[in-house]
């Protein structure tokens, strides 16, 4: 008996269910528009109350900057923030980059046929048939790798070479790629810290070692003998920019972290996308910390030849102090030609209101800038999810990958083989005419930008 009261309470339960779905389908048939806006709205609240606590996560920064990287600047409010404040005030000015050379006053170097210049013999190039040269011409991208005088980046180091990205290339356009690596010097830090330390022989005798064999290391006089975030980034762009590197001038400057794998031809291409003669700075703003200035983290960012020379010859002027202090994303660029003030107004007060450099963003600080900054022509070309990391769901790159686990070698060897290994770069057929001519290989390429 209790079954069937049981069961005859179920179908009338089903029964007014039934009879309430209709009446509501009906109602929304007759007022499609309020139901829609409804439904709309139900939605909205939903994906807000999903924002909110995504924010919140471990991966709350990666979600709130491809946000304010993808959604119109009228939606900024109403994107959740996280465990940050907002930005108050401007990043720090530096006046002596204030003061450099605007971007547009740099020329790009001509790409030639490989040149060579005696050096003494090293296997620095191993891909290139010549020794005791090295490359004088310009190449079209240097690819600088941070490392450090420790142990364990000196394997890595040799890990890299061998699975260089350079042999992604076809030979005869080799000589356009360089690749370095970025390092200081060694100390043996004592009981007192570093008012007690001395040189690591040890180290510095391995380190000499490496550069007489492979010549492909830039050995910078940092503080505390090797730092990143007291002068490196600025140290190293200094040395580019004013050729105290060893190396050649080149369309693109690039910071790789060793602990990134270069998918180089999907790279390459991406860069003759761009115009490399207009100030470039590309990178991926998704794993920043949205309490700092807008900035590209450093996995893989890259600077276009003129916004390096700026760089360089402001940050030359720079006081030791002033770069220890200061940041790669600290600087407030020269203006360009239009905000400039004219002779018959040596104040200024004529010129639209976004060229004063102390004039904050449209949007504030906390928010991205505008993609080109209308006061110095810098174009911020954000990769965004081409920049992958293992450990995000969402951003699955075809450019790099970057990881924690990448810092072991079995792991980036690993990364390496399932993306990288066998690939090879299809070059557009303009870039033929700097092939060089001593190499034979088919020089087939592919049409492009540039012809």
């Given amino acids: 008996m209790r079954l069937r009261l049981g069961s005859g309470h179920h179908q009338r339960v089903l029964s007014a269910a039934s009879a309430f779905a209709t009446a509501c389908g009906r109602r929304a048939a007759r007022r499609p528009r309020a139901t829609a806006l409804l439904v709309l709205s139900a939605l909205a609240v939903l994906g807000y109350y999903l924002l909110?606590?995504?924010?919140?996560?471990?991966?709350?920064?990666?979600?709130w900057n491809y946000?304010?990287?993808?959604?119109?600047?009228?939606?900024?409010?109403?994107?959740?923030?996280?465990?940050?404040?907002?930005?108050g005030g401007p990043p720090r000015f530096v006046p002596e980059i204030y003061g450099a050379p605007w971007m547009g006053e740099f020329a790009l170097p001509h790409l030639t046929p490989p040149m060579y210049r005696p050096v003494q013999n090293t296997s620095a190039e191993p891909h290139l048939p010549h020794r005791g040269v090295a490359l004088s011409s310009p190449a079209l991208v240097k690819l600088t790798i941070f490392s450090t005088v420790k142990q364990k980046a000196y394997e890595k180091r040799a890990l890299i070479r061998r699975l260089s990205p350079v042999f992604n290339v076809p030979e005869r356009l080799r000589h356009l790629i360089e690749v370095k690596f970025v390092l200081g010097h060694a100390y043996h830090v004592g009981e007192e810290g570093y008012d007690d330390w001395a040189v690591n022989e040890e180290m510095e005798a391995l380190l000499a070692q490496e550069q007489a064999t492979h010549g492909d290391l830039l050995r910078l006089d940092l503080e505390f003998g090797e730092n990143l975030r007291e002068g490196k980034i600025l140290e190293w762009i200094r040395a580019v920019g004013m050729g105290r590197d060893g190396g050649r001038p080149a369309w693109w400057l690039f910071k790789i972290d060793d602990d990134s794998v270069l998918n180089l031809p999907n790279f390459l291409d991406e860069l003759l996308s761009l115009d490399a003669s207009k100030p470039i700075y590309t990178g991926t703003s998704l794993a920043r910390w949205p309490a700092y200035h807008h900035h590209f983290t450093g996995m893989v960012t890259g600077f276009s030849w003129p916004l390096v020379r700026t760089l360089a010859e402001g940050i030359d002027k720079m006081s030791h102090?002033?770069?220890?202090?200061?940041?790669?994303?600290?600087?407030?660029?020269?203006?360009?030609?239009?905000?400039?003030?004219?002779?018959?107004?040596p104040n200024g007060t004529s010129l639209p209101s976004y060229c004063d450099v102390r004039r904050p963003p449209p949007n504030g600080y906390t928010y991205s800038p505008p993609a080109t900054d209308p006061r110095t022509g810098l174009i911020r070309h954000d990769l965004l999810r081409r920049?992958?990391?293992?450990?995000?769901?969402?951003?699955?790159?075809?450019?790099?990958?970057h990881g924690w686990w990448l810092k072991f070698p079995e792991y980036y060897e690993r990364m390496w083989a399932k993306t990288v290994e066998g690939r090879m770069w299809s070059p557009p057929s303009w870039l033929e005419q700097y092939a060089d001519p001593t190499v034979r290989e088919e020089a087939g390429g592919r049409a492009g930008a540039g012809e």
């Fill in 52 to 63: 909110y606590h995504a924010i919140w996560g471990r991966l709350g920064r990666w979600y």
């Fill in 321 to 345: 102090d002033d770069i220890k202090a200061a940041w790669d994303d600290d600087f407030g660029l020269p203006p360009a030609p239009h905000c400039r003030p004219p002779t018959h107004d």
């Fill in 387 to 401: 920049l992958g990391d293992p450990d995000v769901w969402f951003v699955s790159g075809d450019l790099a990958w």
């Fill in 67 to 87: 946000a304010v990287a993808v959604l119109p600047s009228a939606l900024y409010r109403f994107i959740p923030k996280g465990d940050w404040g907002p930005i």
